[in-house]
């Protein structure tokens, strides 16, 4: 089996995606070699592409761009010499599949990180990229942040943001994801919106909170999508003849507190 028929059966697979217009596609490598084995990652930071060659995988699949800090990959990075020559010398093969898991029925970005928060069956409401699932009498902003946070532990995400009123009782969450979550269309859908940190201007999206009276919840990008990328993994793992690994990426950033009583100015 050819690396290259992975993109193959991707494209028999995903009837749902617009493969005349997608970023989906080889990023780096010769597909035409034999596969060996798999890495599924949200992103192809340089101690994923090292854990995914020691497990000796030749194909490499991410959801975001190989080099992150620009929209398009090319083959010029002068700004990441040692992520360019470890994929020189590794000859590993780099697969963008963003567009298709994004919209993979069950599985796809949006499904698996409601299912990973505890909401199972269909949603109360869903529009685009959004779900929506009501939730039991009485719950407070507080107490569903405080709910989301005991689940996120085994990403890395160690706080769940909370804008806006803690105690107000709401009824219906409406779960976004990825690097766009619009808390005027998530509104109309429900009480209380999970965002992404990627996916909203805070000092805009802070000041609907407050003068709507809306709770508004902050997870990490990267945290919001894993579990899509498990999910793929899984589903690849059942459908190639290779190994195919999951390679963790976790949330991208660590919580630094301090009790106030205790805080000084740095001089």
Same mark, same amino acid.
């Given at each position: 089996?050819?690396?290259?028929?992975?993109?193959?059966?991707?494209?028999?697979?995903?009837?749902?995606?617009?493969?005349?217009?997608?970023?989906? &596609?080889?990023?780096?490598?010769?597909?035409?070699?034999?596969?060996?084995?798999?890495? +599924?990652?949200?992103?192809?930071?340089?101690?994923?592409?090292?854990?995914?060659?020691?497990? &000796?995988?030749?194909?490499?699949?991410? =959801?975001?761009?190989?080099?992150?800090? +620009?929209?398009?990959?090319?083959?010029?990075?002068?700004?990441?010499?040692?992520?360019?020559?470890?994929?020189?010398?590794?000859?590993?093969? +780099?697969?963008?599949? =963003?567009?298709?898991?994004?919209?993979?029925?069950?599985?796809?970005?949006?499904?698996?990180?409601?299912?990973?928060?505890?909401?199972?069956?269909?949603?109360?409401?869903?529009?685009?990229?959004?779900?929506?699932?009501?939730?039991?009498? &009485? !719950?407070?902003?507080?107490?569903?942040?405080?709910?989301?946070?005991?689940?996120?532990?085994?990403?890395?995400?160690?706080?769940?943001?909370?804008?806006?009123?803690?105690?107000? %009782?709401?009824?219906?969450?409406? %779960?976004?994801?990825?690097?766009? !979550?619009?808390?005027?269309?998530?509104?109309?859908? &429900?009480? %209380?919106?999970?965002?992404?940190?990627?996916?909203?201007?805070?000092?805009?999206?802070?000041?609907?909170?407050?003068?709507?009276?809306?709770?508004?919840?902050?997870?990490?990008?990267?945290?919001?999508?894993?579990?899509?990328?498990?999910?793929?993994?899984?589903?690849?793992?059942?459908?190639?003849? %290779?190994?195919?690994?999951?390679?963790?990426?976790?949330?991208?950033?660590?919580? +630094?507190? =301090?009790?106030?009583?205790?805080?000084?100015?740095?001089?």
């Amino acid at each position: 089996m050819r690396i290259l028929d992975v993109h193959n059966f991707l494209k028999e697979t995903a009837y749902w995606n617009n493969w005349s217009s997608t970023c989906d &596609g080889f990023l780096w490598g010769d597909p035409d070699r034999e596969l060996k084995a798999v890495a +599924v990652c949200w992103c192809s930071k340089k101690p994923q592409l090292e854990a995914a060659i020691r497990k &000796g995988a030749n194909l490499y699949i991410t =959801h975001e761009p190989l080099y992150s800090y +620009v929209s398009h990959d090319s083959f010029q990075h002068p700004q990441e010499p040692e992520k360019t020559k470890l994929l020189r010398e590794s000859r590993i093969v +780099v697969y963008r599949c =963003h567009d298709v898991l994004d919209m993979m029925p069950d599985i796809g970005i949006p499904d698996s990180w409601a299912k990973f928060l505890g909401f199972e069956g269909a949603p109360a409401a869903t529009r685009n990229y959004y779900r929506a699932y009501d939730l039991e009498p &009485g !719950t407070t902003a507080r107490k569903l942040a405080q709910h989301l946070l005991g689940r996120l532990a085994s990403i890395g995400q160690d706080v769940v943001h909370l804008v806006g009123p803690e105690d107000k %009782v709401v009824s219906r969450l409406v %779960v976004g994801t990825g690097a766009i !979550t619009s808390f005027r269309v998530m509104a109309q859908m &429900g009480d %209380v919106l999970l965002l992404t940190d990627d996916g909203t201007r805070l000092w805009e999206s802070a000041q609907w909170s407050s003068d709507t009276d809306t709770p508004i919840l902050l997870v990490n990008h990267a945290t919001a999508e894993e579990p899509g990328l498990k999910a793929l993994a899984q589903f690849l793992a059942e459908k190639l003849p %290779v190994p195919v690994n999951f390679i963790p990426q976790g949330c991208l950033y660590r919580s +630094v507190t =301090h009790q106030p009583k205790a805080c000084s100015r740095v001089r």
